[in-house]
């Protein structure tokens, strides 16, 4: 599964109804070594342009790091997923193959204007180096979260408060309202079906689509919306950022939102055992050479 080599447009699919309704903004491949929601998107507007289905509104599917993408790494120059800071999206040039692409994917945004839509939401498409079941990132901010509760996958709040310079911080901050969508592992089959199975529920959710108008019922949302996993909300407890000169090795082995106690051994850090000091859920524990952080630690919230 990859788009190496591949000359993908930057805009993968707009699709619109008849009536002015919401806009769907979904970004896909931010991080060149995750095509899988760039996969679901071509997917979607291929049955989206067989069926011809009703919306209300519009969708439109974009590409991130394009340049990464076609040679399957994470970046190039820096991460496009922390480049998202005022400071350099307001910046007049942009020196780094991520700034030149973030400018790129601004002007796309900017031609669907927010007067020209009832409201307008953001959806970005990513994938982990752990396995995971999908999981919904969100900032806690004007009504990110009560959207983010319509859809079957666990809820983490907090990330890209954390994390700066994150897209869907950036979208926020401008006044639209979504989250970020880590579907599974990189290479897992499962995180394409994911992606696409929550892209059709947000289309169903803001756009109004009805399902059953497409030509056969999506089963990758029949196969999650089945699925009999208790959804939780959590927030992060923990960051544990590295620096440059780290060498970090996580323990193998760790899924996403596996349970933790106090005193287990999590990673070694320049030849040190580092250790738990929570009896919670381990986060985002890092499988790849490039990142900034080797885990998180997150906690479930009660009562959502
Ligand atoms: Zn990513």
């Known amino acids: 599964m990859n788009l190496q080599n591949e000359q993908i447009p930057r805009i993968i699919g707009v699709y619109s109804g008849s009536k002015k309704g919401p806009l769907l903004f979904v970004t896909a491949g931010v991080h060149g070594n995750e095509p899988s929601g760039v996969l679901a998107l071509q997917k979607m507007f291929s049955e989206l342009q067989h069926a011809k289905p009703y919306i209300s509104g519009t969708i ?35 020196p780094t193959s991520e700034q030149q692409e973030m400018k790129e994917i601004i002007a796309v945004l900017e031609r669907f ?13 990513h994938t982990t180096s752990a396995e995971t079941l999908p999981f919904i990132s969100v900032q806690n901010v004007g009504d990110n979260d009560a959207w983010a509760h319509h859809f079957p996958v666990h809820i983490v709040r907090g990330f890209s408060d954390l994390v700066y310079g994150c897209i869907d911080h950036y979208f926020s901050r401008i006044g639209i309202t979504g989250f970020v ?12 079906a994911n ?29 999650l ?4 996993t208790t959804w939780k909300t959590f927030e ?58 080797g885990f998180f630690v997150v906690k479930e919230v009660n009562g959502k």
């Not at 440059?244 to 323990?251: L, R």
């Not at 005193?263 to 900034?292: F, H, T």
Request: charged content about 25%.
């Open 113 to 125: 204007p927010e007067e020209a839509y009832t409201k307008r939401y953001f959806l970005d498409c």
């Open 60 to 94: 439109v599917g974009v590409l991130g790091n394009r340049a990464a993408l076609q040679t399957g790494q994470r970046f190039i120059d820096e991460d496009l997923n922390r480049a998202w800071t005022e400071k350099k999206v307001t910046a007049e040039s942009a």
């Open 225 to 228: 919306t089945k699925s009999n």
């Open 181 to 192: 969508l880590e579907a599974g592992q990189h290479d897992s089959v499962d995180s394409a």
């Open 236 to 293: 992060i407890a923990y960051r544990h950022e590295l620096k440059k000169e780290d060498t970090f090795e996580m323990q193998p082995g760790f899924k996403n939102f596996q349970k933790i106690e106090k005193d287990q051994l999590l990673a070694l850090q320049n030849g040190k055992e580092v250790r738990s000091l929570w009896n919670a859920c381990i986060y985002m524990p890092l499988y790849q050479s490039q990142g900034n952080d």
């Open 195 to 223: 992606h696409e199975a929550i892209l059709w529920l947000a289309l169903q959710e803001a756009c109004g689509l009805n399902l059953h108008t497409l030509i056969s019922y999506p089963k990758c949302v029949q196969t």
